[in-house]
C-alpha cells in the first residue's frame, strides 16, 4: 500500500534524482597544487567557475571533468573580495549549468549542493535556502553581501562547487562553512557570481575605487551625532593616509571621522567599501568629515584601486 508520505518522498527523491543527473556532467574538480576544491562549467567553450581561494598563486590547476577527463586550467580572473575565479581549460561543447536569478529565490526551498568534499568526486548533499541576505567576510577583509545561507552539508573541497535548484538553476557557489556548528553553510548568489564572473572573462580583474586612507570603525560622541545630525552613532576614523593618494590630495587627515561619502551616510569601513564601485573612479564627489568638532565637505576623486 502506497501512503501519501511515500509517495511525497518519492516525489522529493525523483526531484533531486532527476537535478543530479541533468547536473552533474558540469561539475568539476579542481587540483590547484597544495589544495583543491570544485567547480562548474559555466560555458560550454571550456570556462568554469570557482572560488578565489580553491585557485589563488597555484602554481598550477588540473580540472578534472565528470567524465573522467583531466585537463590543464589557467587562471583567467581572480577576485578575493568576493572569493570567486574564472578558470579556462581547452574544450568544446562542454555540459554547462544554466545561472538563475537569486533575487527569485524563496527561504525553504529545496537546494542541491555537488561537489569534491575530501576528494570525493561527485557528491550529492541536499537541503533547503535556509537564509537569505548574510554577509561574509572574505579572506581580504571586504564582506561579502548578498550570501545564501543553506543546511545542505558543505566539507572542504565542496569549495567552488554549485548550489543548484531542483530546477537545475545554479543560485550560489559554494564557499564556506561554520565548524563546529552543524548545518551552517554559505553560497555566493548567482547574481553576484554572474556578475563578477562576466567582468573576470572580459578584464580578468574588478575595477573598483579607493581614497587613499587606512581607517577603523569607532563610535561618535553623542553630541557630534546631534550636533551635525548624524544618520548614524559610527563612522571611520582615519588612521593613515597614503602620500600623493586621493585622500592626501583632498586634505584628509589622520584623526578626520568620515561619516559620508557622495551625501551617503558612512556608518564604518564596508559602508565605504561598498559606496567605492567602478563607477566612482575619476568622477569627484564630497567627502564629509568631522574634524573635531567641526563637520566639514572635502571634494574628493577616487582613483582606480590596483589591489
Do not use: W
Not at 4 to 17: G, I, P, Q, R, T
Request: charged letters at 20%; proline letters at 7%; hydrophobic letters at 45%.
Amino acid at each position: 500500500m502506497v501512503t501519501d508520505e511515500s509517495a511525497l518522498l518519492d516525489a522529493y527523491s525523483d526531484a533531486v534524482v532527476r537535478t543530479v543527473e541533468a547536473a552533474s556532467p558540469a561539475v568539476v574538480k579542481i587540483d590547484a597544487g597544495r589544495g583543491g576544491g570544485s567547480g562548474f562549467v559555466l560555458a560550454p567553450d571550456g570556462l568554469v567557475l570557482t572560488n578565489s581561494h580553491v585557485v589563488s598563486q597555484a602554481p598550477r590547476v588540473t580540472v578534472t571533468l565528470a567524465d573522467g577527463r583531466s585537463l590543464r586550467g589557467d587562471v583567467v580572473g581572480d577576485d578575493p573580495h568576493t572569493d570567486l575565479a574564472v578558470v579556462r581549460v581547452d574544450g568544446s561543447s562542454l555540459p554547462a549549468l544554466p545561472v538563475g536569478d537569486s533575487r527569485a529565490v524563496r527561504v525553504g526551498q529545496i537546494a542541491i549542493a555537488i561537489g569534491n568534499p575530501f576528494g570525493f568526486q561527485c557528491t550529492v548533499t541536499t537541503g533547503v535556502v535556509s537564509a537569505l541576505g548574510r554577509s561574509l567576510r572574505a579572506k581580504s577583509g571586504r564582506l561579502i553581501d548578498d550570501v545564501i545561507q543553506t543546511d545542505a552539508a558543505l566539507n572542504p573541497g565542496n569549495s567552488g562547487g554549485p548550489l543548484v535548484t531542483t530546477r537545475g538553476e545554479v543560485i550560489g557557489v559554494n564557499t564556506a562553512t561554520i565548524l563546529p556548528a552543524q548545518g551552517l553553510c554559505f553560497a555566493i548568489a548567482s547574481n553576484t557570481a554572474r556578475f563578477v564572473a562576466s567582468h573576470l572573462i572580459r578584464d580578468g580583474r574588478i575595477r573598483r575605487s579607493y581614497i587613499g586612507v587606512a581607517g577603523q570603525n569607532v563610535p561618535v560622541p553623542r553630541r557630534l551625532v546631534v550636533a551635525h545630525r548624524l544618520p548614524a552613532p559610527t563612522a571611520v576614523l582615519v588612521v593613515s593616509v597614503e602620500p600623493g593618494s586621493p585622500g592626501e590630495q583632498a586634505g584628509v587627515r589622520d584623526g578626520d571621522l568620515i561619516v559620508a561619502f557622495d551625501d551617503r551616510p558612512v556608518g564604518g569601513v564596508d559602508d565605504l567599501h561598498r559606496l567605492l564601485t567602478d563607477e566612482r573612479i575619476g568622477v569627484p564627489a564630497p567627502l564629509a568629515i568631522v574634524r573635531g568638532v567641526e563637520r566639514r565637505a572635502l571634494a574628493i576623486v577616487p582613483a582606480e584601486s590596483r589591489k
